[in-house]
């Protein structure tokens, strides 16, 4: 078994073809580096069969980027979901300093999302909310301080 210091839990969020959107978005929105960005195009040889079969447009699609955002890492890619897929079951969660903050990165993920649960005053927190953003991931934000 692998110690704690040799793991680590990172979201892995597929875009269905939005993925290139996502990282620009992202990146001016919570100020995350692009660490790492590869389209299927780049793939190493040999070729796996089911990208052969890909059309040039597809295969312009982002197999795999990783974004690090704060202290955390996000994976992302186009994939190859089923376009029916819904993103549900979790949120991606951003503990942020200040209030002021929070309700600047609140507005900008929500904007043309939705507000989930709008952001208030909570007993664990100044500012609390969640949302989802343009791309249909669900965020929450929770405000350190005030």
């Not at 001016?28 to 780049?42: D, Q, T």
């Not at 890619?77 to 200040?98: I, M, N, R, Y």
């Not at 929500?110 to 989930?116: D, I, L, N, Q, Y």
């Amino acid at each position: 078994m692998a110690s704690n210091e040799t793991i680590a839990v990172n979201p892995y969020v597929y875009y269905g073809g939005r993925c290139e959107e996502a990282i620009e978005f992202y990146t001016k929105i919570l100020n995350a580096e692009l660490v790492m960005k590869m389209r299927f195009s780049e793939h190493p040889e040999p070729l796996p069969s089911e990208l052969k079969q890909m059309s040039p447009s597809e295969l312009n699609k982002i197999m795999h980027a990783h974004l690090r955002i704060g202290g955390s890492t996000l994976m992302m890619s186009d994939g190859c979901p089923e376009p029916s897929a819904k993103l549900q079951g979790f949120s991606l969660a951003l503990k942020v300093a200040a209030v002021s903050d929070t309700e600047k990165l609140f507005s900008a993920l929500s904007s043309g999302g939705a507000v989930v649960y709008p952001l208030g005053k909570t007993f664990f927190s100044p500012k609390f909310g969640m949302c989802k953003d343009r791309f249909g991931v669900p965020w929450t934000l929770i405000a350190a301080a005030s």
